[in-house]
């Protein structure tokens, strides 16, 4: 079966300290991989989203970063945090297949409070 | 472009009574349509989905959606609520067709409370 995994839970940085998410699957192939960020109240919003290694589309002009150095393995990060990037980060999987019928399924979270 | 509306940002239901949460989509073509659950601090689970077929879905927990095309609606339905359905329920909407990324689209949640 497939896992995803999410670390770290939580974290608090100051403002202006870099960032570093990871988010790995467990128990699939070239997955596609996707962040996103649930603000406070209101709902969820693909950051980025991933269809292989290397591969990152951006949906929304941003503070941050996302990298995929692994198959597997899916990096939320930023040089320079804002207060506004506080969140709770959920990355996803799908299994990438043809045609767009896709489920998601989601980690964790991490939860990132900018002081 | 494509949108999911929940109108309803809060409902409370008493323990026991039936449930229905609203979901409005706007997509052009035949949708893909999920129902997720988020308990406080954790992540997404599937409730459950359509893609084709039959437009009464059932879901794990005994919850069941039905998708009306004439309508662009998607709610999601459970006829007796237990205390530990309080959560909050996402809406989503899918595209389909080659090279899609199965990129969803969410709506703002409803956070359901249940009262004993």
């Known amino acids: 079966s497939q896992t995803i995994h999410q670390w770290p839970a939580t974290l608090v940085q100051p403002v202006g300290s870099p960032l570093s998410l990871e988010c790995t699957v467990e128990?699939?192939?070239?997955?596609?991989l996707y962040w996103y960020r649930q603000a406070a109240g209101r709902g969820l919003q693909l950051l980025f989203y991933?269809?292989?290694?290397?591969?990152i589309s951006s949906e929304v002009p941003q503070n941050l970063s996302a990298s995929r150095p692994q198959d597997r393995q899916f990096i939320l990060s930023s040089k320079k945090l804002l207060l506004s990037d506080s969140g709770f980060y959920l990355c996803a999987w799908s299994r990438g297949l043809a045609g767009g019928k896709e489920t998601q399924y989601f980690g964790p979270g991490t939860r990132l409070l900018v002081l | 472009a494509q949108s999911v509306t929940q109108p309803d940002i809060h409902i409370t239901v008493s323990e026991g009574a039936s449930l229905e949460l609203r979901c409005n989509y706007s997509?052009?073509?035949?949708?893909?349509l999920f129902w997720y659950v988020q308990s406080p601090g954790q992540g997404l689970q599937l409730l459950l989905k359509?893609?084709?077929?039959?437009?009464l879905v059932q879901g794990i927990k005994g919850f069941e959606a039905e998708f009306k095309r004439s309508q662009s609606s998607f709610n999601l339905r459970k006829p007796s609520v237990h205390w530990s359905d309080a959560a909050e329920y996402f809406c989503?909407?899918?595209?389909?067709?080659?090279?899609?990324?199965?990129?969803?689209?969410f709506g703002q949640g409803t956070t359901l409370q249940v009262k004993p």
């Open positions: 359509y893609f084709s077929g039959d437009t």
């Open positions: 989503a909407v899918g595209a389909g067709g080659s090279g899609n990324t199965g990129k969803l689209i």
């Open positions: 997509y052009g073509a035949t949708p893909y």
């Open positions: 991933s269809v292989g290694i290397g591969q």
């Open positions: 128990g699939t192939s070239n997955p596609n």
